[in-house]
């Protein structure tokens, strides 16, 4: 029942695309990193320098970018037309309709053992508790969905309509159905499996087709147009179709004018009118709007999009009150520290009368550290006591990914994905030497020290390899090559900068073709340099057929059997005893010829006879 009262206030996040960093308010505008993962508008996020070619979706990226229900992946860059995979998608429409205590519960109790999940060493970690619910509210409901494989592809938008329909239905129950045939020119190329949820977000306003009426069902989703699909949603007041009353249940962040509220639900802000006449409750007697505090748990009933009653429960706490968790974030300037333990985090105030001890020793607050475990006594509603241990751990592995906004690195430990964060305090060190954060690149191999899931030291470094072996595959829309050396075979991305060669002569990726041998500079899993070698082969043959089509093609019989060769359209043909060049439109059926094939087109022929 409680996440179907959440589901009208929390829908506008549905296609959110970024895991949205969270902040806490606690006076003087503290902002706690600490408070990332529980949702919230990160400041100065709004102006991106890579909009120029998606002017249609700026002003939904920067509106969406200030209410920080998306983020860029850099501080000045969106990467709008990044493609989300499945298991974005999947996590983005979960935590906004209010399941992130339930995933968080789902990925403890996988990491614990205490749940089983077939894709625990497959998966990236943080996808576990969101795959784990997804199953449960059968999102996601057939086996061959729930790969890694399959859940780390770009998304489609047949498959976008199919989560979010599950999805509402499972909160909401029937949201409506189109009836008839699907409206767009293309409808007959969306999977009979997804027909009756695309109908089903059509009719609720939510996906519509293109200008030339193509749904285009297939197509991956980019962050831009999830960025116009969300303000779209954003704009949705969550009235209930009879107006009746809905109660919100959130951390007060702010009050303006005493007209509007800010109330954070579910990691996200939304703002209310507040209706004249409102009534506030406090430990159930009436007081006045003024009496609220910041950064507390209230109630708010809403009535035709305005709030008419607030209540809040001050919960004093009382004399001897001792609090256990983890330092989450640390406001050095306040003297404030947020603690956390399992879905509930509090903030203190410390004060110069605070014991504070590490280890059992007596210290000061500067020794405190995020991440650090800690057990804080409250006495007459003041912090006596801090009491924290200090336990580093280290551990060994390889970085998988970076996040630079909330400068967050996952390491592959053995079969295991961890993501640590780094603060002001971390240490980083590449290749020996004292370097900034962003110097760090994935691929790299690094020691960690660690406290809590806050990175104290990283030591990494480079790695660098030189491959040799024969093209398999090459993927030009995401610039990755696939490399067979022996019985091994690796995939491998491209820099965007990367020097390729195809017999000394200087060329781009789009030059290159499977079977090709070449030599591959390696630089932290990222090519740096290909060197490609054309592969020639010779046949001789009689020539029984050929077509002057595009392209050209001829038929050579050799041993008692035919095969077909492209020919390329500049073809050298020299008759053996002529050097004079002939067209290939003048050789004859029957001849014997000797053809040169360079990567699987004919580029040569002698004509022998």
Known sequence: MKKMISFLL????????????????????????????????????????????????????EKMADKGILKGIAEDKFAPNKPVTKAEAL?????????????????????????????????????????????????????????WKNLNKPAQRQEVAKYIVRALEELYGEI???????????????????????????AADMMKGDNNNNFQPNKAVTRAEMAVLVE???????????????????????IIDNSELVIRVNGVDREYDISKNVKVYIDNRLKDLEDLERNKTIEITVKDGKVIEIRWNSDTVIVGDVYEGRITAINSTDKKISVENGNIERLFTITNDTQIKINGETTTFSKLVVGMDVKVTVKDEKVRLVEGTNSAITYKGAITDINWNTKEVTLRIGNVARTYRANENTVVRIDGSSRSFDRLDTGMEADIKVAGNILQEISARNVR????????????????????????????????????????QVVTLNDLMPKMEVEVVVNNDKVDRIDAYAVESQYRGELVEKYMGNPYRLVLKSNGQNKTYNVDRNVTIIEEDDDDDIKFKDLVLGSQIKITVVNETVVKIVVED
Do not use: C, H
């Open 176 to 202: 409506g159905e189109y009836k008839g045939a699907l409206p767009f020119k293309d409808a007959n190329a969306i999977k009979t499996a997804y027909r009756e949820y695309v109908g089903k977000a059509y």
């Open 91 to 147: 996590a983005m429409i979960l935590r906004a309709l209010g399941y992130e205590e339930e995933v968080q519960k789902e990925l403890t109790a996988i990491k614990e053992g205490k749940k089983k999940s077939k894709l625990k060493d497959a998966a990236q970690e943080w996808a576990l508790g969101y795959i784990a619910v997804a199953k449960d509210g059968k999102i996601l409901a057939d086996e061959e969905e729930l790969t």
């Open 465 to 504: 390899e030189n491959l040799s072996g024969t093209l398999t595959a090459i993927n030009r829309s995401i610039k990755e090559i696939t490399i067979k050396s022996g019985n091994t075979e690796r995939s491998l991305k491209v820099n965007s900068d990367a020097v390729i060669k195809l017999d000394d």
């Open 232 to 254: 779209k949603l954003d704009d949705y007041d969550g009235k209930p179709v009879d107006g009746s009353k809905k109660i919100i249940e959130g951390k007060l962040i702010r």
């Open 10 to 61: 929390v829908l506008t996040l549905l296609l959110s695309v970024a895991m949205i960093p969270g902040y806490a308010y606690s006076g003087k505008d503290f902002t706690p990193p600490g408070l990332a993962k529980k949702g919230g508008i990160p400041p100065g996020i709004s102006k991106f320098i890579d909009l120029k070619e998606v002017e249609w979706a700026r002003n939904a990226i």
